[in-house]
């Protein structure tokens, strides 16, 4: 097998999405191993999780920098000293500049809780339901500098319930992106992703998947 890519995780929060990747890296054939968690909240709960996983985890403060560029130098520094060819976003709620996006150009990936380009933003599940849509989702993309744009590299379709709540689907909606990450980030470390301009397309297409999806099921 080929050398593993380095990937370097970034978050905000509880980390939960960090984990499964972090679950998935342990798998000896996993295309990808990772090097490193850097939280932009020292109190991230996420930074405790991935020591307690034997994973170096840093906090970068950004609340400590004069300006946006100062604390993304910081983080550069410190991805690059770890060796990251690619940049995890895991619920890393800091918005970077295009300077810093375009640095990592086709070598970041960040999942939303949405059917991109649907519901980019911020509450998400809220909208989606007061929209009454029957299919909510997520999204592994790469990043680029607008808000939640970028190719779309997997996603996954969860079905609304009649009585959902925001709670309720973003909890089933989470459960998804905890497989679909690991898959999606396998994926690109592995090269089975090609990425052109801004769409990202499979090197081998699935068999057996022309089939479409139905909610309400069709009999």
């Known amino acids: 097998m080929s050398q593993k890519k380095r990937v370097g995780i970034l978050i905000s929060g509880r980390g939960s ?7 998935a890296a342990r798998n000896a054939d996993y295309p990808a191993e ?49 060796g990251v060819e690619i940049i995890a976003c895991a619920g890393f709620m800091r918005m970077l500049t295009p300077g810093f996006v375009n640095g990592w150009r086709d070598r970041m990936l960040n ?29 592994v993309h790469i990043v680029r500098p607008e808000l939640d744009c ?24 989470l459960a998804a992106e905890h497989r679909v990450y690991p898959h999606a980030l396998a994926l690109f470390a592995s090269g089975g992703v090609v990425v052109s301009g801004d769409r990202a397309a499979l090197r081998q297409e699935p068999i057996n998947q022309a089939n479409p999806l139905y909610w309400p099921p069709v009999d």
Do not use: W
Not at 61 to 68: E, G, I, P, Y
Not at 118 to 137: N, Q
Not at 152 to 166: F, G, N, R, S
């Open 150 to 173: 970028g190719p779309i590299i997997a996603q996954a379709a969860v079905p609304v319930l009649e009585h959902d709540t925001p709670d309720s689907l973003a909890a089933r909606v």
């Open 111 to 139: 999942i939303h809780p949405s059917l991109l380009p649907a519901y980019r933003g911020l509450d998400t599940h809220t909208r989606a339901l007061a929209d009454g849509v029957k299919l909510a989702g997520c999204t």
């Open 34 to 82: 990772v090097v490193c968690v850097v939280s932009n909240r020292p109190e991230a709960e996420g930074l405790v999780k991935a020591a307690a996983a034997g994973i170096d985890a840093q906090a970068i403060d950004h609340r400590q920098f004069a300006s946006r560029e100062g604390f993304e130098e910081a983080l550069d520094a410190t991805l690059h000293a770890h």
């Open 17 to 23: 999405n960090m984990e499964s990747l972090i679950g």
